[in-house]
C-alpha cells in the first residue's frame, strides 16, 4: 500500500520558526552528562533535595482516594485547591490575590509562551534585563518583538534607565531575586522605584520568580506583586523547592490578562495534568515546603560558599564575579579579551564544563562573560574544577 | 510598601489573541458537570476504563527504582525507550518508522499548536475536512491561516477536491479513523488517494489518530502514515486508550520537521514530564495495552448501539445521523430549518445536553447539525436523553 517514489517534500516553515534554534545550554548539557565532567553548566537543582518518599506516597495517596478524577480531563485553570494555596502564599505584605488570578501551567517556561502569545506582536517593544533568562529570550522570540536591553548594575536593573524607553513597550520582564544567570538580587528600592515607573507608564512588569524562596538566609524581599497587583504579573514554580521533572508552575495576573492566557493555554496544552497537580497539593497542603526549603537553602548556601572560596583562591585578580545571597548562579566577568566560548572547549577538554555567557544578551552580548552553578557539584569537584579553570584563564593573560 | 494610585494597565494584546476565544464545548461542559444533566457533549472517555491500580502500581515502581531521575529535567524529545515503543508500534504494513522521528508532546493539542507554530504564517492556506475537529481549528487559529473546508461524505474527505486547492497549501489536517466531531471513517480507497494527491502536492498530510485503535470490529484500516512516512505527519495519543489527564501524546514526522517542532517545543515548555512518561512506559511495556483496549472497545460498541437504536426509536425520519464504526461520536444532521444551538437551550432545561455542530465548521457552518458522545453514558440513560431530544425535535418540525 506504499505509494511509490512520491515527491520529496519542500518545507516551507514559518518564518517565526526561523528564529528557533536549539538553546546552547541544551546542547552543552547533552556533552556534560559523562560523569567524568564537572559541570557547572547545568540550571538543574540537586536531585539530593527531591522529597522521592514524599512524592511517591502522594501519589499512591491520589490515584487510591481520587484515582478517577485525576486521571480524567481536567480545567484549564487548574485545580482550585491548588490555585487556592498559591493565592494565600502571596496574600502577603498587604496584598490580597484571588485564586481566580491564578493560572496553573506546566512549568514557568509555558507561562513565559503563552505570555508571549497573548502580548507580543511583530515588532512589539519589550525590556529585559541586561543579561536576561535565555528561556525567556527564547519563548518571547518566537513572537518577533524587539528587545530593548535595560541596563543593570551588581543591585539589579536600573528602573530610571526604564522611565525613558518603556513608553509603548509590551512588558518588562525582570527575574529579581537570585537572577539567572547573574544571581543577583534587585535592591528593595529598586523595587519600589520599578514598580511606581512601570504603574505611571502602564507598563506590564513581569516579576519572574522561581528562586524567590532559596535565599541563604531565610529572609527573601518583598516581591513587586505584593506592592501592586494590578500591575505585576507574577510567576512561580514547584521545580527549585519540589522537582523540576513534574513541569509545575503558575502566573499571577490581572484579570483580563489571566482570562486570556487560560484561553491561549486552552488552545495551546487544554490543561496541566490534573495528577501532577493533585499531588502537589497533596505534598505542600500541611506545610511541607516550610520544613523542606531550609534543607535546600542550607545545601546550596555551602557549595556556594565552596565555590566562592575555590574563584578567590584560584582565579586571578582581573577577574571579577557576583556574591549570590541565594539560588543556584554566579556569573564571570573576564577580561575584555577573552572569548568564554572558546574558553570552553578548552575547559571541556580537561573535563570541565560551564555556560558562555553572550546567548543571555538580547543585544550586544558581552563574549567574556559566563555562567557557573555550583548546586549539583559537591565542594572538592567544585575546588577541583575552578582550579583547572583558573589555570586556563592565568594561562591567557 | 503599595505603590499609590496606580495607573490602571490599558491591556494591549497581541493581534492573535483577539482571535482567542474559550471553546464553546468547555464552555458547556461547565454547565453540564451536574448530576441530573444527561450529557452528550463530553469529548471525555469514560473513566470506568482507566487503570488506576495499573497506573498505581507503575508510579510506586518507577518512583522506586528511578526516582531521581523521573523527577528531574529530561530531554525534549522525550524518553527514549518511550520512543522507542512508538516507533516498533508504527512500524507495521512494510513501513519503518525511527525513535528520532517521535516527539513526545503534552498531549495531541501540544503536537497542533506546535505544528501551527512551525508550519503557519499569517494567511497561510491550511485545508481541514467540513466540519473539523474543534481543537485543531482552535490551535490553529492562533497563527492567522486562511483555512480552506474540503468538502466530506459518508466516507470522509474528497481526495479530488485536495486536487484543485492544495497547491500552495502549508498543510492538510485529517482525522481518518472514526472523526472528532462526525464519527466517520476514511475509506481505503481515499486513503491511498489522498495519501497520492498530498505526495504529488508535496503538501504535508497531518494525520490525527487518537481513536484508531477504538475500532469496534478491532480491525483498523491501515494508516496514512504508514503509504509514505516522508510525507505524513501522524499524531498519536495516550488519552483515550489509557487516561486523559496524564496529558501525554506524541507526533511522528519526517526529519526536518521533527527537529524543528523539537525546538519549538523547548522554547514551548522545555519538555512534557519525564516521570509520566516513564509510568506510561512501564505500565504499557509488556502487551498491556492489547488486553486493555478491547475493554474499551467492547463499553463504547455497547453504548454507540444502545444510542443508535434509541435514535431509530426516538428521532423523527426527518433527521439522519452517522453510524460509527468505532470512536465516540455520532453526528446529526436536523432539518435545514432547526438550529441546534437554540435547541441546546431547551435541551438544557430539560437536563439533557450536547454540542452543537457550528463550532466544528472553519467556515460556511451548518447550524443544522450537532454532535452526540455516547461513552459516558448507560444505556438506560442514553435512552432517556435520546427520547427527551426526540420530542424536543418532533415538536419543532
Known amino acids: 500500500m506504499k505509494i511509490e517514489n512520491p515527491n520529496p517534500i519542500q518545507w516551507h516553515f514559518a518564518e517565526r520558526a526561523q528564529k528557533l534554534q536549539s538553546s546552547v545550554i541544551r546542547e552543552i548539557l547533552k556533552i556534560t552528562m559523562r560523569p567524568e565532567i564537572i559541570s557547572f553548566a547545568g540550571g538543574l537543582p540537586s536531585p539530593a533535595t527531591f522529597p522521592v518518599e514524599r512524592m511517591k506516597a502522594a501519589f499512591d495517596t491520589v490515584l487510591s482516594n481520587n484515582g478517577k478524577v485525576a486521571l480524567q480531563y481536567g480545567p484549564t485553570d487548574g485545580y482550585l485547591p491548588l490555585r487556592e494555596w498559591v493565592a494565600n502564599s502571596l496574600s502577603i505584605d498587604g496584598a490580597t490575590i484571588s485564586p481566580e488570578q491564578v493560572l ?117 524581599l518583598p516581591k513587586m506583586l505584593t506592592m501592586n497587583p494590578n500591575g505585576v504579573i507574577y510567576m512561580g514554580s514547584f521545580s527549585k523547592v519540589l522537582t ?22 486552552q488552545a495551546t496544552d487544554l490543561h496541566t495534568a490534573q495528577l501532577t497537580q493533585m499531588v502537589v497539593h497533596e505534598v ?97 569537584r567544585i575546588r577541583e574544577g575552578v582550579a583547572k579553570l583558573g589555570k586556563l584563564i592565568a594561562a591567557k593573560l
Open 284 to 380: 505542600i497542603k500541611d506545610g511541607f515546603l516550610a520544613e523542606h526549603i531550609p534543607i535546600i537553602r542550607a545545601l546550596y548556601a555551602d557549595r556556594c560558599a565552596a565555590m566562592l572560596a575555590a574563584l578567590t583562591e584560584f582565579f586571578p585578580a582581573e577577574v571579577s564575579w557576583t556574591k549570590p545571597e541565594g539560588g543556584m548562579f554566579i556569573w564571570v566577568t573576564l577580561p575584555q579579551h577573552i572569548d568564554s566560548m572558546a574558553l570552553l572547549d578548552e575547559a571541556i577538554a580537561q573535563n570541565v564544563a560551564f555556560v558562555p555567557g553572550a546567548p543571555f544578551y538580547a543585544n550586544d552580548p558581552q563574549h567574556n562573560t559566563l555562567r557557573l552553578s555550583f548546586v549539583t557539584v559537591t565542594p572538592e
Open 104 to 220: 496553573m501551567v506546566s512549568g514557568s517556561q509555558q507561562g513565559l509562551d503563552l505570555l508571549g502569545k497573548v502580548l507580543i506582536d511583530e515588532g512589539s517593544k519589550v525590556l529585559v534585563e541586561t543579561p536576561s533568562y535565555l528561556g525567556a529570550l527564547q519563548a518571547f522570540s518566537v513572537y518577533g518583538p524587539e528587545f530593548v536591553s535595560i541596563p543593570t548594575d551588581d543591585s539589579g536593573l536600573l528602573p530610571e534607565a526604564v522611565g525613558s524607553v518603556g513608553a509603548g513597550a509590551r512588558l518588562l520582564y525582570a527575574l529579581p531575586n537570585f537572577q539567572n544567570p547573574t544571581g543577583r538580587t534587585l535592591s528593595l528600592e529598586r523595587r519600589v522605584a520599578l514598580v511606581d515607573t512601570c504603574a505611571r507608564l502602564g507598563l506590564p512588569l513581569i516579576e519572574d520568580d522561581p528562586y524567590g524562596s532559596l535565599s541563604y538566609n531565610g529572609a527573601p
Open 244 to 265: 523540576p521533572g513534574i513541569r509545575l508552575g503558575y502566573v499571577v495576573a490581572p484579570q483580563p490578562l489571566v482570562r486570556k492566557l487560560e484561553q491561549a493555554k
